[in-house]
């Protein structure tokens, strides 16, 4: 079929250079058919679930009470990436999400065992809370104007180990040592500077 299209499509190519374009387009396509690593595949999978049981996570704690009623949160899976039913869903992780019907609406919220995790998550990021203020303010001291801007910090804030709300839960707590600069009013030129 290949050697119809060639010669249908332009000049007779002479055989030698038909046999060298057919092994180069063989090789291409080789190329595209790798095999998948099963056991890869299976941990890549089992790992964007976690990743997804935890921006759920995330979204209950953001509501009142830490209760989210199922129709929220079913629009709220089209930015997650998910097709099907949240309740679905839900049903599958029993040990992370607790679902009732209160009234006329299906309501979720953390299981007992997650919310120990979510305590636990708590506790570590507070008892880490000296170092990462050690560690920005040794950051910024190394600056030239003792200033960085966040775009740049952001870049460089999972090799300091800062969790992703450092802007929120460092600086904005601690005043006396830290103050957000934005002289240019946008986003992107916002700049965190040491106080002392």
């Known amino acids: 079929m290949l050697t119809r299209l060639i010669h249908r499509r332009g000049p007779v190519i002479p ?5 060298q374009c057919l092994s180069l ?12 690593d099963p056991v890869l595949e299976s941990a890549l999978s089992r ?10 996570k995330n979204i209950i704690l953001r509501y009142p009470n830490q209760e989210i009623p ?16 949240a309740l679905n869903w839900l049903h599958k992780y029993l040990s992370c999400f607790d679902v009732t019907f209160t ?8 299981s007992k065992h997650m919310m ?6 708590e506790s570590v990021r507070e008892s880490q809370e000296n170092a990462f203020i050690c560690r920005l303010a040794k950051l910024l001291m190394m600056s030239v104007n003792k200033r960085i801007n966040v775009l740049k910090i952001n870049e460089l804030k ?17 005043p006396n040592l830290f103050r957000v600069v934005n002289e240019g009013g946008r986003r992107s030129s916002m700049e965190i500077e040491l106080v002392h």
């Open 25 to 36: 387009l063989h090789r291409t396509f080789s190329l595209w058919s790798m095999k998948k």
């Open 70 to 85: 199922i129709a929220s949160l079913q629009k709220k899976f089209k930015t997650l990436d998910l097709k099907g039913k």
């Open 116 to 121: 120990s995790l979510v305590e636990e998550e």
């Open 15 to 19: 055989s030698l250079q038909k046999l």
């Open 47 to 56: 790992n964007r679930r976690w990743i997804v049981n935890n921006h759920i």
């Open 158 to 174: 999972r090799n300091l180990g800062f969790p992703d709300d450092y802007v929120i839960r460092i600086v904005a707590k601690y």
């Open 103 to 110: 009234g006329n609406e299906h309501r979720c919220h953390l």
